[in-house]
DNA sequence: ATGAAAGCGCTAACAA
DNA sequence: TTGTTAGCGCTTTCAT
């Protein structure tokens, strides 16, 4: 009823600042407003302080929802990764999302939890985000979420592992190398008879099965596998050296698929008072931080993982502004990292 | 210049597939098909069919944002954690992350690192994009980020601390209390002459204090503190204990401010053959899983960190989706795990 | 350097 | 049950 009502709005309008309220308050068309805030070199100074002054006044904060759905640029940068709780993709997540934030982006989470068919859902949601690029750990075989990835057209980097077909960009390594590399190693250093201790991913698998079929090559007796599935767990790795033991009693040297089952088999070696590495060799892969000062400090497969982070933020956020990627295939290698549990 | 040339749109236009191209090919209007994805019970079986399979042809993905801006609901809920590099915080953000993905929403995930500097500019993004609610590592003390996001009204939980003020929902723990319960366990198994390790964190701080004060206040002689700044490292750890003997050889009980510190701690000490927990006793904070079944297992104040993670996601869903939370104010306490090391 | 108009793709509100 | 209309809050395009 006051003489001033503004012109009735028939329908919605959430009550929180906009635009609109910025611009009236500073005197200036909303447009205004929004080059102040985004491209401030481009307005006057007097209007600039205008708006910076009326912004400060309703405690704007603008809606970056609708700007990217005007813009179509989200500074959404999404990332799925299998699990966070001590893997060995934390640094990598850590590094990306360092590079992010200072460029202005934010990440967008998912965890696929080792799950295929929880990756296919989270993949909907990811697109339907419209991020400006789209982090995957692994690569994306032939599937339907491929193809919707493909036809979204937004920018991916697949990451920690390699193929001769990425959807986009890729930065990994080569894990067949590695398991032959490692069964190598052991080799030189005299050891006979081989085991391997992994959890169930597909990954895993190629560097077990390189692995496996190295050792065989080269005319050592078959390795012993266990596969403890799901069960990523220190003591899980006790338990795995447990079973070897029992069912081959002369195994000198396990490979592991992560450090935390590596330390559980060193923990294992240790309650049983075997002798490590003279009686038992033990190598882990993924080369997290804290194996490095232990006693004994464990020998890994060291992958740069905060690297591919900073990398794949580079390329992602290259792409997103527009700029060409010159050389978005990259093999960042690994190295074995001799320590005293080998 | 086909006949068929549809109205020249004036502007932009994106490309993608939209409700538009979906509905004409369907033959219903928008709504419906928005209607026949969001809400499939209030719409027709024969029309359903018709939708999805023009949905299937086409390829069409929603766009979130748009719906996100026209409905004011995002399906987005950011959390804001320190650090997710062997941090306490990783199995929170798993958990949370598992339950808001069942309940069909996303994560955004900001790192801190610890900065107070940059925890401000966070907040910023975050608002920003309108999440229907916001997970906070720790509480919020006054400053003008707490004003902002009172003001933005969105729904907040703060976790991992005690506060009689809360901004909106809390989930914690007493640090204070945890530091008092720490020293007279010490106390209670006969130890005398206490040390502690830290880091440089606010919640520390609390704990520590506590943890000193209770000692003072027993009668003991005043507690050898090393403060290790941002280096939350197990080599850190091994270095600190080392000081810890060289200032105060008598010292019979160290507590740590972080599971990795108190590794580093353990480690220093078999590396120099002390006994423990007959000469030297280890107390971590937060109960990693590793540390149950390494040798010594480490004895640990235990946080239920998934719980946290948990409860956060039910309580902020439940808000974004209207519903009242009973008792947003949870204290889940903690445990002091005994185990080899004390 | 500034502004007016249009529209990004979706859904709430109202109507039939 | 389905459709029409308007508008979420912003920025692009074009004009001045």
Request: glycine share 8%.
């Given at each position: 009823m006051q003489a001033n009502d503004p012109i009735k709005r028939s329908r919605r309008n959430s009550g929180a600042v906009t635009v609109r309220d910025v611009a009236k308050i500073a005197g200036v068309a909303p447009i205004t407003v929004s080059r102040a805030i985004n491209?401030?070199?481009?307005?006057?100074a007097e209007l600039l302080r205008r708006v910076q002054e009326a912004v400060s006044k309703t405690g704007y904060v603008p809606n970056l929802m609708a700007g990217s759905l005007s813009s179509s640029k989200s500074k959404l940068i999404a990332a799925v990764i299998p699990s966070t709780v001590f893997s060995v993709f934390t640094e990598t997540i850590e590094s990306l999302n360092n590079a992010l934030f200072d460029a202005g982006y934010q990440l967008m989470l998912g965890q696929s939890q080792y799950l295929a068919s929880r990756e296919e859902a989270l993949l909907g949601a990811v697109i339907g985000r419209r991020p400006d690029g789209i982090f995957l750990t692994g690569i994306m075989p032939a599937s339907n979420a491929r193809k919707r990835l493909l036809a979204s057209g937004i920018p991916v980097v697949e990451t920690w592992d390699l193929t001769p077909t990425p959807i986009d960009m890729l930065i990994g390594f080569s894990h067949h190398d590695i398991g032959r590399a490692v069964a190598d190693y052991f080799l030189d250093k005299g050891y006979k008879q081989f085991a391997a201790v992994r959890a169930s991913d597909e990954r895993a698998d190629r560097r077990m099965s390189a692995f496996v079929e190295r050792a065989k090559q080269q005319g050592l007796a078959p390795v012993h596998v266990v596969n403890v599935g799901s069960e990523r767990t220190l003591t899980r790795g006790r338990q795995a050296l447990a079973e070897i033991l029992e069912n081959a009693?002369?195994?000198?040297a396990v490979f592991c698929s992560s450090d935390l089952l590596a330390l559980g088999v060193l923990t294992e070696a240790r309650a049983r008072k075997i002798p490590v590495p003279d009686r038992l060799a033990v190598m882990g892969f993924?080369?997290?931080?804290?194996?490095?000062?232990?006693?004994p400090a464990l020998s890994t497969v060291q992958i740069n993982s905060s690297k591919i982070g900073a990398l794949a933020a580079e390329y992602l956020i290259a792409r997103a502004e527009g700029r060409v990627v010159?050389?978005?295939?990259?093999?960042?290698g690994f190295s074995i990292h001799e320590r005293d549990s080998t």
């Open positions: 491209h401030p070199d481009t307005v006057s009693s002369d195994v000198d993924g080369g997290v931080p804290i194996i490095e000062n232990m006693i010159e050389a978005p295939i990259v093999d960042v």
